[in-house]
T-cell receptor, first 116, second 113 residues
């Protein structure tokens, strides 16, 4: 596609339920990133994929969070047993090659998650 | 502790005014990026500054990287309502699997007609 596509754009879920957020990166982009943006907190790094592998999972807040990427393309971020503090905008981004200072990262519009 | 401190957090000005926003850190970065984010959208890269002391201009926007590569500023001349948005700075460290892109909390700019 022309840009990074994320779904759903908005999700309201009950506390304790599991949610899956999907990201379709720009076609041909090998690197994929997940960030979380909470009100007043800026963007928080969660995980990055190079191809299907995740060299850096250090940002995942807890073991309730997991992510996978298949076929070097689509990625899914799963949050199990959601808590109210998980409410945030989850942003996916992709870049043509691996991360580096000369590489432009393109963000999707985000998935707005509200846990009630 | 926030690695990158942005100031001011909020800024509301009238069309035609000039403004400067700041991004400060005690850490050294290999490069620093500025993004603009509009409501309901993801951040969009405006510029990357790499060399200490570097100045880049993008129309009415002037970006400067500090000599020590720890801080940066964004100056907007004759602001317009279309400049309204959240301005985020992001510091880059490392590369490959050690790559880190760390964002500040942003400056929310409102330019009133």
């Amino acid at each position: 596609g022309a840009g990074v596509s994320q779904s759903p754009s908005n999700k309201v879920t009950e506390k304790g339920k599991d949610v899956e957020l999907r990201c379709d990166p720009i076609s041909g982009h090998t690197a994929l990133y997940w960030y979380r943006q909470s009100l007043g907190q800026g963007l928080e790094f969660l995980i990055y994929f190079q191809g299907n592998s995740a060299p850096d999972k250090s940002g995942l807040p807890s073991d309730r969070f997991s992510a996978e990427r298949t076929g070097g393309s689509v990625s899914t971020l799963t949050i199990q047993r959601t808590q109210q503090e998980d409410s945030a905008v989850y942003l996916c981004a992709s870049s043509l090659v691996g991360p580096g200072r000369g590489n432009t990262i393109y963000f999707g519009e985000g998935s707005w998650l509200t846990v009630v | 502790t926030q690695l990158l401190e942005q100031s001011p957090q909020f800024l509301s000005i009238q069309e035609g005014e000039n403004l400067t926003v700041y991004c400060n850190s005690s850490s050294v970065f290999s490069s620093l990026q500025w993004y603009r984010q509009e409501p309901g959208e993801g951040p969009v890269l405006l510029v990357t500054v790499v060399t200490g002391g570097e100045v880049k201009k993008l129309k009415r926007l002037t970006f400067q990287f500090g000599d020590a590569r720890k801080d940066s500023s964004l100056h907007i001349t004759a602001a317009q309502p279309g400049d309204t948005g959240l301005y985020l700075c992001a510091g880059v460290k490392g590369g490959g699997s050690n790559y880190k892109l760390t964002f500040g909390k942003g400056t929310l700019l409102t330019v009133n007609p």
